[in-house]
């Protein structure tokens, strides 16, 4: 982009610009200061005993589990116990060959590391738990609570 120097209309037509913006900012901090004072002495009148309402926050639908969500679900569950993702690596892979949706072992590895960090994190669906010795395992959060 090439620079160029402004003429003297320019400069002028932009001070005038300049100016009447800051007139009109002004005039919104007026505006805004004198809000602040009604709010102000309707507080000072007893109205800061009445709770304040505040939006909902939306809560999203929760979007259908996959088919690798819901095996490795399946596994954990067969299974009675907290699973290590070891474990759950070798059934996983196993049942996905037999359901037909097997790709690489490299994929397939990635694939299970996502849906656990989908289904522990942002689902709560499961727990990770530390496992004697072994780092951690997955667990339903029931079992946990039982506990």
């Known amino acids: 982009?090439?620079?160029?120097?402004?003429?003297?209309e320019e400069i002028i037509s932009l001070i005038g610009e300049f100016k009447s913006e800051v007139r009109k900012c002004l005039a919104k901090i007026d505006i805004y200061n004198q809000k602040i004072e009604e709010f102000t002495k309707l507080l000072g009148n007893g109205i800061d005993n009445q709770p304040i309402i505040r939006k909902k926050e939306k809560t999203r639908k929760p979007y259908p589990l996959s088919k690798w969500d819901n095996i490795i679900l399946d596994i954990i569950k067969?299974?009675?116990?907290?699973?290590?993702s070891k474990d759950i690596y070798e059934k996983a892979i196993a049942r996905a060959e037999k359901?037909?949706?097997a790709m690489g072992e490299n994929k397939?590895?990635?694939?299970?590391?996502?849906?656990l960090v989908k289904l522990s994190g942002h689902r709560n669906d499961l727990?990770?738990?530390k496992y004697g010795g072994r780092g951690f395992a997955y667990s339903f959060p029931?079992?946990?609570?039982?506990?």
């Not at 397939?108 to 849906?115: D, F, L, S, V, Y």
């Not at 029931?142 to 506990?147: D, F, Q, S, T």
């Open 127 to 129: 727990m990770k738990v």
């Open 1 to 8: 982009m090439e620079k160029r120097e402004l003429s003297k």
């Open 108 to 115: 397939m590895k990635a694939k299970i590391n996502q849906c």
């Open 78 to 84: 067969e299974n009675g116990r907290p699973t290590t």
């Open 99 to 101: 359901a037909g949706i």
């Open 142 to 147: 029931e079992w946990i609570a039982k506990r």
